[in-house]
């Protein structure tokens, strides 16, 4: 079954999402910390692993390969939940080759935009490979169908990495996902919110309202 993740770093999303009994975890990054008002990403972090009890991905910002298993060291040491978000570049996956050999050694491969790329990360040991399907979208480019094709390759040769399909814009990526076989999707609170709306649901929930009253009445 694929996971549904919630994409934000706000915890009043995550506190209401989580309520809905739909959540398997949160990914966040600095701009999405940013958004939320926050610079202390460890407390943060923390806080919205203990509301979700699941994966929670929290991104280095180093761009060199020393400075992010720094980073990734302590950021790892945070919660058994959290997973370090590296970026799919060279001195990334010299990173990640190192972290994936830890015990706690739970990585993210993020920043992905090609089927090469997510294969480098599943070569290396990431846990996740992050594919940006709406920006690969916004290049003219067809961001699903790197989904598809990372998950032809990733079961051809039994890769454990899984799928994760990222930069969700709206419910259609999400049908689309689903469909491709991604392991796990991560979407924006409001995405989310349109997931569960129909106006057909609405009408229909007020026309047996209004015959219950009828009867009752």
């Given at each position: 079954?694929?996971?549904?993740?919630?994409?934000?770093?706000?915890?009043?999303?995550?506190?209401?999402?989580?309520?809905?009994?739909?959540?398997?975890?949160?990914?966040?990054?600095?701009?999405?910390?940013?958004?939320?008002?926050?610079?202390?990403?460890?407390?943060?972090?923390?806080?919205?692993?203990?509301?979700?009890?699941?994966?929670?991905?929290?991104?280095?910002?180093?761009?060199?390969?020393?400075?992010?298993?720094?980073?990734?060291?302590?950021?790892?040491?945070?919660?058994?939940?959290?997973?370090?978000?590296?970026?799919?570049?060279?001195?990334?996956?010299?990173?990640?080759?190192?972290?994936?050999?830890?015990?706690?050694?739970?990585?993210?491969?993020?920043?992905?935009?090609?089927?090469?790329?997510?294969?480098?990360?599943?070569?290396?040991?990431?846990?996740?490979?992050?594919?940006?399907?709406?920006?690969?979208?916004?290049?003219?480019?067809?961001?699903?169908?790197?989904?598809?094709?990372?998950?032809?390759?990733?079961?051809?040769?039994?890769?454990?990495?899984?799928?994760?399909?990222?930069?969700?814009?709206?419910?259609?990526?999400?049908?689309?996902?689903?469909?491709?076989?991604?392991d796990i999707?991560?979407?924006?609170?409001?995405?989310?919110?349109?997931?569960?709306?129909?106006?057909?649901?609405?009408?229909?929930?007020?026309?047996?309202?209004?015959?219950?009253e009828k009867?009752?009445?």
């Amino acid at each position: 079954m694929a996971q549904l993740f919630l994409d934000t770093a706000k915890l009043e999303e995550i506190e209401e999402a989580a309520s809905w009994g739909a959540l398997d975890g949160v990914t966040t990054n600095p701009t999405l910390m940013m958004r939320a008002g926050t610079a202390d990403l460890k407390t943060n972090t923390i806080k919205i692993a203990a509301i979700v009890q699941g994966p929670v991905s929290a991104e280095v910002i180093s761009t060199d390969a020393a400075g992010m298993i720094s980073e990734a060291r302590d950021i790892l040491s945070w919660s058994e939940h959290v997973f370090v978000k590296i970026p799919c570049t060279v001195e990334g996956l010299k990173a990640i080759r190192e972290i994936a050999t830890w015990p706690n050694g739970r990585v993210n491969c993020t920043l992905i935009f090609s089927p090469t790329q997510a294969y480098l990360a599943a070569k290396a040991g990431a846990a996740y490979a992050s594919i940006f399907v709406g920006r690969i979208d916004d290049a003219g480019l067809d961001g699903m169908e790197v989904v598809r094709q990372s998950r032809e390759i990733f079961d051809n040769y039994g890769f454990d990495c899984q799928l994760l399909a990222a930069s969700i814009r709206h419910t259609a990526h999400v049908v689309d996902a689903l469909l491709a076989g991604a392991d796990i999707i991560t979407v924006p609170f409001g995405v989310l919110q349109k997931m569960v709306r129909s106006p057909f649901t609405d009408v229909g929930l007020a026309r047996f309202q209004a015959d219950w009253e009828k009867v009752a009445g």
